[in-house]
């Protein structure tokens, strides 16, 4: 009978650990690439208020989502090509989306921010600069660059489609996930499998001069 029970548990506890990923290619991810080049284009400034992230996780019991703001940045457009830029992530405008009660709201927001996941009064901003871009054609680039996020930096390489590219603008938009695990990010204990280890990213760029 111990023995069944314990099977039973054990299969249990399985069931939980495995929670399924948000929809979503996932980025491919290495280490962290040098920078030194310089950047060819000219120098378009990332506008805030219509650029954004959009983030979404999942959890054993349903799923949270909410929006992450960008403060600011650069991108560099040559021949109305994107060539390289970089910009900032404000990781204390991190909020929830889904959630109306207010201390409900409050208390997930101030869990994400906190040292269990983001840690965000000692690491308030995150930044992603532009490594590499290669046009596949059909207004659609691959990107690679690195990411750097809680004091840890890792490469990643994701798809993006151009909205629009003149020379004295810029959009594009891009829909992947990435591992939090490979950035630190892991809630202590068990309860971190109750998570999914992706988080999907809808990032949605916008530059002028």
């Given at each position: 009978?111990?023995?069944l029970l314990f099977v039973?548990?054990?299969?249990?506890v399985?069931l939980?650990?495995c929670?399924?990923n948000?929809?979503?290619k996932?980025?491919?991810?290495t280490?962290?690439?040098?920078?030194?080049?310089?950047?060819?284009g000219a120098?378009l400034a990332?506008?805030?208020?219509a650029?954004?992230?959009?983030w979404l996780g999942?959890k054993?019991t349903?799923?949270?989502?909410?929006t992450i703001?960008i403060?600011?940045?650069t991108?560099?457009v040559q021949?109305g090509?994107?060539?390289?830029?970089?910009?900032?992530?404000?990781?204390?405008s991190?909020?929830?989306l889904?959630?109306t009660d207010?201390?409900?709201k409050?208390?997930?927001e101030?869990?994400?921010?906190s040292?269990?996941?983001?840690?965000v009064?000692k690491?308030p901003?995150?930044?992603?600069e532009i490594?590499?871009?290669?046009d596949?054609?059909?207004?659609?680039?691959?990107?690679?660059?690195?990411?750097?996020?809680?004091?840890i930096?890792?490469?990643?390489?994701?798809?993006?489609?151009?909205v629009e590219?003149?020379?004295?603008?810029?959009?594009?938009?891009a829909?992947?996930?990435?591992?939090?695990?490979?950035?630190g990010?892991?809630?202590?204990?068990?309860?971190?499998?109750a998570?999914?280890?992706?988080i999907?990213?809808?990032v949605?760029l916008?530059a002028?001069a």
């Amino acid at each position: 009978m111990k023995k069944l029970l314990f099977v039973l548990l054990g299969g249990s506890v399985f069931l939980t650990s495995c929670v399924d990923n948000p929809e979503g290619k996932k980025a491919e991810t290495t280490d962290s690439v040098s920078t030194t080049q310089p950047v060819a284009g000219a120098g378009l400034a990332v506008d805030p208020a219509a650029s954004s992230i959009a983030w979404l996780g999942n959890k054993v019991t349903g799923k949270h989502n909410g929006t992450i703001k960008i403060s600011g940045g650069t991108l560099n457009v040559q021949d109305g090509k994107l060539t390289g830029g970089k910009f900032t992530i404000d990781m204390n405008s991190l909020s929830n989306l889904d959630i109306t009660d207010t201390a409900y709201k409050a208390k997930l927001e101030g869990h994400l921010k906190s040292p269990d996941f983001f840690d965000v009064a000692k690491y308030p901003e995150a930044n992603f600069e532009i490594t590499s871009v290669t046009d596949s054609g059909s207004n659609k680039l691959k990107i690679s660059g690195n990411l750097t996020l809680k004091g840890i930096s890792k490469n990643i390489t994701f798809d993006a489609d151009v909205v629009e590219s003149t020379p004295t603008s810029f959009k594009a938009k891009a829909d992947f996930n990435i591992n939090r695990h490979d950035w630190g990010i892991t809630y202590p204990g068990q309860k971190d499998d109750a998570i999914s280890q992706e988080i999907n990213l809808k990032v949605d760029l916008q530059a002028k001069a």
